[in-house]
């Protein structure tokens, strides 16, 4: 087995040295996005990091290169909690509502992040990104769910990307006009998504207990 050269080690290190003060200044920004809002400076940041923007700026070439690092951040904190809870194999009620709730304590936790990347998007959507992302996932459940109901899976990508586009505006009037609790709007939601399934099911003659995991019964005649 070839050992690694020194130059190449001594390059890892300095690779994960970069990637870790990127990070560390990344998390800075978050900090900042919290009390500033999307119009934050670079100044800021450095400031928030304790160092000086021009090192700041070997990290990051404007500020248009740190929203990318946030969004991709952002991406990393709703992925964390919302992949596990989609791929979650229970009852279509709590499956959804775990959803929802993964969706939407993320964008509570930081909505400065969300306003930044939704409102100004740069060469590289990350929103956009991360709809299609969730839209195939959602899409894959959703056929799961229309197999197990003998259903033709085709119309799950459809349907998997209105709700995606639902939830997205709902969130958007949801942090801005908040006459609703985060618990009531994620169970508004959870509701009309299952009526959507159980729509489907009863159209088909079948009939499903939401809290329990998919086992489908015939609706006697």
Do not use: C
Not at 83 to 97: C, H, S, T, Y
Not at 151 to 174: C, K, L, R
Request: glycine share 6%; proline share 5%.
């Amino acid at each position: 087995m070839t050992e690694p050269r020194k130059g190449d080690a001594r390059r890892d290190r300095w690779r994960s040295h970069r990637e870790a003060r990127r990070a560390e200044f990344v998390d800075a920004a978050l900090r900042v996005l919290a009390t500033h809002g999307p119009d934050f400076g670079m100044e800021h940041v450095a400031a928030a990091a304790g160092i000086t923007k021009p090192v700041l700026y070997r990290h990051f070439t404007d500020k248009e290169d740190l929203i990318v690092a946030l969004g991709q951040r952002g991406t990393e904190l709703l992925f964390d909690r919302l992949i596990p809870a989609l791929n979650n194999v229970e009852a279509p009620i709590p499956r959804i509502r775990r959803s929802l709730v993964a969706y939407f304590s993320v964008i509570e936790e930081h909505p400065n992040l969300y306003r930044l990347l939704i409102r100004r998007p740069i060469g590289r959507d990350v929103v956009a990104e991360d709809k299609e992302l969730i839209g195939a996932a959602l899409s894959r459940v959703l056929g799961g769910y229309l197999r197990a109901l003998d259903v033709d899976p085709a119309t799950a990508e459809p349907w998997a990307h209105g709700i995606v586009g639902m939830v997205q505006n709902v969130s958007e009037w949801w942090l801005e006009r908040r006459t609703m609790s985060r618990d009531a709007v994620v169970e508004h939601l959870t509701q009309n998504i299952w009526f959507a399934i159980d729509g489907i099911a009863r159209q088909n003659g079948l009939v499903i207990d939401p809290n329990k995991p998919i086992e489908v019964t015939r609706i006697a005649n």
